[in-house]
Structures are given as structure tokens and as C-alpha cells.
């Protein structure tokens, strides 16, 4: 009589321990689940800091201008500059410096049929990637970021020439996305370009 006890007892033990060693495994498979994640987040974290540090670096080098080894001119300003930074950033200027070219013997390239504003502009972003440039400096600025192949900045800037769209600056800017829009940096923004301004009555009218 005491048998179908017994073995209530044990198959409720049994229970007992296959459900303890379920929540133990769980816990362990849950907490293995966690460490790719964690590692994912430190990971991430640590490129993120490593970013704003190489950003810091960079930003220093082009406010600081220290043991520089060429110099950018045009309309009669100088930019001290490092030819390493610039042949990083434009095939264009890595031709010069590193060739048969005339700039790299004397390490001073003159730019011309621009200004001094786009002229700093494309040199600031050389160095530090960031886009700092006034409206009116922007179409200059397009055409440097083509001329120099710095496509980073030419996608930059033609998605900077979307902002701000006026009558009287609509057609100018539709004249110059669309003169480069087989530019890898440009593509993409000469077909937003048309979507904005067909959306636009007075903008419409202004630029056709």
C-alpha cells in the first residue's frame, strides 16, 4: 500500500530536480546568450571613442597647423597645409604631391578659378570631414569637392544645397546638381532635388 506513495515521492523529486536543472540551464544558456552582446556593446563603445578621438586629433591638426610641409594658395591667401592629410582625402591632390608635378617639388599648389571661402572649406573637410560653408560659398565649394574628387564632400554639400530653397536660388542650384549628377557623391541627391521642387508651386515656376 505504501508503494504508489513511495513513487508519487520520487517522480515529484524527479520533477522537482528536472525543473531546477531546466532553470539552471536556462539561466546559464540565458547569461552565454548575453556575453556576445555585452562584448558587442563594449566593442562599439570603444570605436566610438576611438572616433571622437581620432575627431579630436584631427581638428587639432587643422586649428594648430603644426609642422606642416606644403602650402594651398589662391587669391593671394596661403593655407599651410600637411600633404599627407590632403593625399589622404583627394587622388586629385595625391597626384600632385607625390609625382613628376611641379607642386611636388616646390609643396605649394595653387587653385585657381575659385575663392578663398570654398577653397578653406574643402581644406577644413580634407582634415577633419566636417562641412563648415556659407550658402553663397556652397556651388564653389561642389565644384571643388568634383574637381578634387573628394566624393564625402560632394555628397555633403549637394545635400546642403537642398536646404534653404529659394526662387531666386532654385534654378542656379537645379543647374549645378543636375551638371553633376553622374558624380557618385551627387547622384543620389539630384532626383531628391526634383521631388522637392516638383512639390513646390513657386519653386516649380522659378526653376524651369
Not at 579630436?56 to 591638426?61: G, K, M, S, V
Not at 573637410?125 to 562641412?131: A, E, N, P, Q, V
Request: with cysteine; net charge neutral; charged share 20%.
Amino acid at each position: 500500500m505504501a508503494l504508489p506513495g513511495r513513487r508519487m515521492r520520487i517522480a515529484t523529486r524527479l520533477d522537482e530536480i528536472s525543473r531546477s536543472m531546466a532553470a539552471t540551464e536556462a539561466s546559464a544558456l540565458r547569461e552565454l546568450l548575453l556575453i556576445p552582446f555585452a562584448s558587442v556593446n563594449e566593442s562599439a563603445s570603444k570605436k566610438r571613442k576611438q572616433g571622437s578621438l581620432l575627431q579630436e586629433r584631427a581638428q587639432h591638426l587643422w586649428e594648430k597647423r603644426e609642422f606642416t610641409d606644403a602650402i594651398v594658395t589662391c587669391e593671394g591667401s596661403s593655407f599651410p597645409v600637411h600633404r599627407a592629410v590632403l593625399a589622404s582625402a583627394s587622388p586629385v591632390l595625391q597626384r600632385a604631391f607625390a609625382g613628376g608635378m611641379s607642386e611636388a617639388a616646390s609643396a605649394e599648389y595653387a587653385i585657381r578659378d575659385s575663392s578663398q571661402v570654398p577653397v578653406e572649406a574643402l581644406l577644413r573637410f580634407c582634415y577633419t570631414g566636417s562641412l563648415s560653408c556659407p550658402a553663397e560659398g556652397l556651388p564653389q565649394l561642389l565644384e571643388l569637392a568634383v574637381l578634387y574628387e573628394v566624393a564625402a564632400l560632394s555628397e555633403a554639400v549637394a545635400d546642403a544645397l537642398l536646404e534653404g530653397l529659394l526662387p531666386e536660388n532654385v534654378r542656379g542650384r537645379g543647374q549645378l546638381l543636375k551638371r553633376h549628377g553622374g558624380h557618385p557623391g551627387v547622384q543620389a541627391v539630384w532626383p531628391r532635388f526634383l521631388d522637392l521642387v516638383a512639390a513646390d508651386r513657386v519653386l516649380l515656376a522659378a526653376a524651369f
